[in-house]
């Protein structure tokens, strides 16, 4: 089978795609014929070797997937081959896959793969973070950085189907035109508008009660100086580049929540919220709530090209890898 293969830390670039042994299989898993593999911020970390976890060398990148099942291994119940799933495993820009069950969900027929490919981490980060941890209410204002990107763009419709005001935050016209198709109620450019001043004149002066920031640096300076008293923010990660100090003075007089967020480590220390998680997703889903945004889809050998899209953010939503199944 083809894979992607990351043998040195370094960026996009350098990763290959050779033909593989494919995996063996195991009890308690599933094989994956996969479709589509999505491609994530965190993947640009890992192969560069700046992710807080490093595989050894060589290896195949990738979370998620979507595609169907060919072989269903000892001990495993509730699949069988000719099943289409949602995929959260390792190694996932390759033809085939081998994963535990507990971590396969099947998908209703309005679902194609590409979407399947790009659903779980953002959808998942952004319920996540928005319900578990921000714990948003009906009728609050939600502030989204990176509002047309992979997960900032779950965000302003999960945050929508939770009954919040969503203020989208993006650079350019373009981006802000799709966070509007999606269900955003206001825009702000922050390549040239004054953020805080436009989320005051937003909400006449409160501020946002969540901010949901992706972005880190500069916006999360912003943020601080344009949150409500009693406000949370919501730290997904970094795509500025520049991790952010916060001054404690500010969470203090503002009586604010700077709350950190990794969803990944909710897969191992509490798997049944992350189901039920995805039990509600897709449950918005089939009512037309959410609907997943795949900007690009290219194939495996492209893979340098794709991820280059992400980095430079030449995308919106997702992009993903496909492998002409």
């Given amino acids: 089978m083809r894979a992607v293969l990351c043998k040195e830390w370094s960026g996009p670039e350098k990763l290959v795609v050779e033909e593989v042994p494919s995996p063996a299989m195991r009890p308690g898993a599933v094989r994956v014929a996969v479709h589509a593999a999505g491609i994530n911020f965190a993947d640009l970390l890992l192969v560069s070797g700046q992710y807080q976890e490093k595989p050894p060398l060589p290896f195949t990148p990738g979370s998620e997937a979507g595609g169907v099942i060919t072989e269903v291994g000892a001990g495993v119940s509730g699949f069988k081959p000719g099943d289409r799933v949602m995929v959260l495993a390792g190694g996932a820009y390759a033809e085939e896959v081998v994963v535990e069950a507990s971590r396969i969900f099947p998908i209703s027929a309005k679902m194609d793969f590409p979407s399947a490919a790009g659903f779980p981490v953002a959808y998942g980060t952004s319920h996540g973070g928005l319900d578990w941890r921000a714990h948003l209410q009906p009728g609050e204002w939600l502030l989204v950085h ?23 935050c993006a650079g350019g016209p373009e981006k802000l035109a799709v966070a509007e198709e ?50 949370r923010i919501i730290i997904i990660g970094f795509a500025s580049g520049r991790i952010p100090q916060v001054p ?57 090209v794709a991820m280059n899209l992400l980095g430079k953010r030449k995308s919106t939503g997702k992009v993903v890898l496909t492998t002409g199944r």
């Fill in 146 to 168: 990176g509002a047309a990107g992979g997960v900032g763009l779950t965000a302003v419709e999960i945050g929508k189907a939770m009954g919040a005001r969503v203020i989208a």
């Fill in 182 to 231: 999606h269900g955003a109620d206001h825009l702000i450019d922050y390549s040239h508008e004054d953020v805080r001043a436009r989320v005051k004149e937003i909400t006449d002066g409160r501020g946002a009660d969540v901010v949901y920031d992706p972005v880190g640096g500069d916006v999360f300076d912003a943020s601080l100086r344009c949150i409500a008293w009693g406000g």
């Fill in 248 to 304: 404690a003075n500010i969470a203090l007089v503002k009586n604010i929540d700077v709350i950190g967020f990794y969803w990944g480590s909710y897969q191992k220390h509490k798997p049944d919220v992350v189901r039920q998680s995805f039990a509600q997703l897709f449950r918005w889903f089939d009512d037309g709530k959410l609907k997943p945004h795949v900007s690009h889809q290219m194939d495996l050998k492209d893979v340098s």
